[in-house]
């Protein structure tokens, strides 16, 4: 599948929405956007029956671990973006089950 949208880049007028061309994309993020930040997110775009989510990234390393993640049996979206926002792309990458546990949403045997 093609990619839709690889980045955007505009400025957060919300935790969540960042307006690009006069554009507002509401984006799911690890961390809450800053308000009046000019920012550059790398996109993973989720297309369901029922919505369009763009998942979004200050990073394409962040990115690239993300889209790792949700290709996981029993791990879904949100438990990506807990892994990354409680434990961060290094703990991630090191596969350090002890601090994995750790994220919201993340036990023993998922870890």
């Known amino acids: 599948m093609g ?3 690889g980045y955007l ?8 929405i960042v307006v690009c061309a006069g554009v ?7 961390e809450p956007l800053r308000v009046g930040e000019d920012v ?7 297309v369901r029956e029922d919505s369009i989510t763009l998942f979004a990234f200050r990073t ?5 671990v993300y889209e790792a993640l ?14 990354l926002r409680d434990v961060g ?16 949403g993340v036990g023993a045997k998922l870890a």
Do not use: F, H
């Open 89 to 104: 792309v290094r703990c991630v990458v090191a596969k350090d089950a002890s601090v994995l546990k750790r994220a919201n």
């Open 60 to 64: 394409e390393q962040e990115l690239a």
């Open 9 to 16: 880049e505009g400025r957060a007028v919300s935790a969540r």
């Open 40 to 46: 550059r997110l790398w996109v993973s775009t989720q």
């Open 24 to 30: 507002g994309y509401t984006v799911m993020t690890p």
């Open 3 to 5: 990619v839709m949208i």
């Open 70 to 83: 949700v290709k996981l049996p029993g791990v879904g979206a949100q438990t990506a973006l807990a892994l």
